[in-house]
């Protein structure tokens, strides 16, 4: 079945510490996003990519990075300067590169990021 | 910039009864609109979109939405509420001018379906 797969599940991460979230599609998908969901705001856009080697700044992308070496995967590395990586993260995608396509986004189920 | 209102934190209903789930956008230009349901720690599924045309959309699981432009609303329904229809409800928008394909999403409305 195609889809986005997101891992690990669940992660902690250490003071100082930066860690990675996987997100790997199979959807064939140009575009990829990831988000940060808290409760009660809804989810919030941090980085996304509309094509292999090329990424933009979402609304909230301080404290994070990403890479698009791959079609098929987008990680998203939470830095140590992110103060309240507390929260659960999406990743999700979408086709057609086209800045106004009307196609919806495919979500992963998550990765819920804990501080330790 | 565009953004989703969701007035209602939460919306209980009886099973059985007719559901109304609010939303309403401010976009510049014509507004590509979209209703996603999340169930507990899973990401979202899509439900519904209005792109053009007619006004009522029909969606997957029995909901649908109407598109009232001059009201710039977005509202989900569903004739008979089921209790596995409780979930957490996002509204979102994409607007045609600028924004490229970023989606902007509602903070999302609770819904509980009660026997």
């Known amino acids: 079945d195609g889809g986005i797969t997101q891992s690990p599940k669940y992660l902690f991460r250490k003071e100082g510490q930066n860690v990675t979230l996987s997100c790997e599609q199979n959807l064939n998908h140009d575009a990829m996003y990831w988000y940060r969901q808290d409760p009660g705001q809804g989810l919030r856009l941090i980085y996304y990519?509309?094509?292999?080697?090329?990424?933009q700044k979402g609304d909230i992308a301080e404290g994070y990075s990403v890479s698009r070496e791959k079609k098929e995967s987008f990680p998203l590395t939470v830095t140590s300067a992110q103060k309240n990586p507390t929260a659960f993260y999406l990743c999700?995608?979408?086709?057609?590169?086209?800045?106004?396509?009307?196609?919806?986004?495919?979500f992963g189920d998550g990765t819920r990021l804990s501080i330790l | 910039a565009q953004s989703v209102a969701q007035p209602e934190d939460q919306v209980n209903v009886a099973e059985g009864n007719p559901l109304t789930v609010k939303c309403t956008y401010s976009?510049?230009?014509?507004?590509?609109l979209f209703w996603y349901v999340q169930y507990p720690n899973r990401g979202l599924q899509f439900l519904l979109k209005y792109i053009t045309g007619d006004n009522l959309v029909k969606g997957s699981y029995g909901f649908e939405a109407e598109f009232n432009k001059s009201q710039t609303s977005f509202h989900l329904k569903k004739p008979s509420a089921l209790v596995s229809d409780s979930a957490l409800y996002f509204c979102a928008v994409r607007g045609l001018t600028g924004g490229g394909n970023k989606l902007t999403f509602g903070t999302g409305t609770q819904l509980k379906v009660e026997l």
């Open positions: 976009v510049s230009g014509n507004p590509y």
């Open positions: 999700a995608s979408s086709s057609g590169q086209q800045s106004y396509s009307n196609q919806p986004q495919h």
């Open positions: 990519s509309q094509i292999v080697n090329d990424f």
